[in-house]
């Protein structure tokens, strides 16, 4: 290095010029105000963005955009880091779908070989899934027939279209509930407290004819009536049915019907986070000893020629 900057240094290509040499901007002028000017700009600038801080709030708390009651946040076992799923209630939330919610909500992503390890053995998945008549076919005269369910069918609907289903329900659809939790903002938390929020509309609102109210559904009025209540079922488990177990169970199911892979994914995760926390230290002390002889390395300038020597 000191032999390539003498040598520069000798061609000229360092030699110092003189001459025109442009002016800088000039930045000095609010360092030039009076206090007192300083002073009265900087009180202005504060209370014109207070105000437009005020008008801006003032605005958003009088609009009617959202006038829907937020959920609270419920303690779910599977929204811890490295949770799984509580698969005992979501076994207790599949009983509860299927003697409850499959007489107006479809699951139709979901198949009964989705059911094996989790919620039941093999044989009960296809005990379960003969109790249904699917539409096979067609045969060898080339006709239609229905057949004893399999592993590989799909959850049945309970309407045949959706003009049935509106029908069955005073105009108002029923939404599959397959992927529920990730559809709604606050997934778990808004369909646990839609499910145990019934109650009589405040004075002054008045419902339409099938209609209920429920403060937690958008406007209020929600064509679904109240379908988990104490008693309503019975577990199979012995669990007492209380409206809020029954509600928590189908909300872990619910959840596992829209995320099944939640356990492998944190599994997975589990063993990334040790495998790159090892690879972090490994890599770590590589660099360190990679880079200790050039982070200690002495760089020394010895001028050769007396031009550099005087400066």
Same mark, same amino acid.
């Given at each position: 290095?000191?032999?390539?900057?003498?040598?520069? /240094?000798?061609?000229?290509?360092?030699?110092?010029?003189?001459?025109?040499?442009?002016?800088?901007?000039?930045?000095?002028?609010? /360092?030039?105000? /009076?206090?007192?000017?300083?002073?009265?700009?900087?009180?202005?600038?504060?209370?014109?963005?207070? /105000?437009?801080?005020?008008?801006? %709030?003032?605005?958003?708390?009088?609009?009617?955009?959202?006038?829907?009651?937020?959920?609270?946040?419920?303690?779910?076992?599977?929204?811890?880091?490295?949770?799984?799923?509580?698969?005992?209630?979501?076994?207790?939330?599949?009983?509860?779908?299927?003697?409850?919610?499959?007489?107006?909500?479809?699951?139709?992503?979901?198949?009964?070989?989705?059911?094996?390890?989790?919620?039941?053995?093999?044989?009960? %998945?296809?005990?379960?899934?003969?109790?249904?008549?699917?539409?096979?076919?067609?045969?060898?005269?080339?006709?239609?027939?229905?057949?004893?369910?399999?592993?590989?069918?799909?959850?049945?609907?309970?309407?045949?279209?959706?003009?049935?289903?509106?029908?069955?329900?005073?105009?108002?659809?029923?939404?599959?509930?397959?992927?529920?939790?990730?559809?709604?903002?606050?997934?778990?938390?808004?369909?646990?407290?839609?499910?145990?929020?019934?109650?009589?509309?405040?004075?002054?609102?008045?419902?339409?004819?099938?209609?209920?109210?429920?403060?937690?559904?958008?406007?209020?009025?929600?064509?679904? %009536?109240?379908?988990?209540?104490?008693?309503?079922?019975?577990?199979?488990?012995?669990?007492?049915?209380?409206?809020?177990?029954?509600?928590?169970?189908?909300?872990?199911?619910?959840?596992?019907?829209?995320?099944?892979?939640?356990?492998?994914?944190?599994?997975?995760?589990?063993?990334?986070?040790?495998?790159?926390?090892?690879?972090?230290?490994?890599?770590?002390?590589?660099?360190?000893?990679?880079?200790?002889?050039?982070?200690?390395?002495?760089?020394?300038?010895?001028?050769?020629?007396?031009?550099?020597?005087?400066?």
């Amino acid at each position: 290095m000191a032999v390539i900057l003498g040598r520069l /240094s000798k061609n000229g290509i360092f030699k110092t010029y003189t001459g025109l040499q442009a002016k800088g901007p000039n930045l000095s002028t609010f /360092s030039n105000m /009076s206090t007192g000017k300083k002073m009265f700009l900087g009180t202005l600038g504060v209370l014109t963005g207070g /105000s437009v801080a005020l008008i801006y %709030a003032l605005n958003e708390s009088v609009k009617a955009g959202d006038i829907t009651l937020h959920p609270p946040s419920y303690p779910f076992y599977h929204k811890g880091l490295f949770n799984s799923h509580d698969h005992a209630s979501v076994r207790r939330g599949y009983e509860v779908y299927k003697q409850v919610c499959a007489a107006c909500h479809s699951l139709k992503y979901i198949a009964y070989r989705n059911l094996v390890g989790t919620i039941m053995t093999e044989e009960e %998945a296809k005990q379960e899934a003969a109790e249904i008549q699917v539409q096979d076919g067609p045969d060898e005269t080339g006709q239609m027939f229905m057949r004893p369910g399999k592993l590989a069918d799909y959850m049945p609907d309970p309407y045949p279209n959706e003009e049935a289903a509106r029908a069955a329900n005073n105009g108002a659809y029923p939404p599959d509930l397959s992927f529920i939790t990730s559809a709604r903002h606050s997934g778990d938390d808004y369909i646990f407290s839609l499910l145990t929020s019934y109650c009589d509309p405040p004075a002054g609102v008045k419902l339409q004819e099938g209609t209920y109210y429920n403060p937690y559904f958008i406007g209020g009025a929600i064509s679904m %009536a109240q379908a988990l209540y104490n008693g309503v079922m019975e577990y199979s488990d012995g669990t007492p049915a209380t409206q809020s177990q029954l509600s928590k169970d189908i909300v872990c199911f619910l959840k596992w019907a829209a995320e099944p892979e939640l356990d492998d994914r944190k599994k997975m995760a589990i063993k990334a986070v040790m495998i790159f926390s090892l690879l972090f230290f490994v890599s770590f002390y590589w660099k360190r000893h990679l880079w200790t002889s050039i982070k200690n390395r002495k760089i020394e300038f010895r001028p050769t020629n007396k031009k550099w020597k005087d400066h």
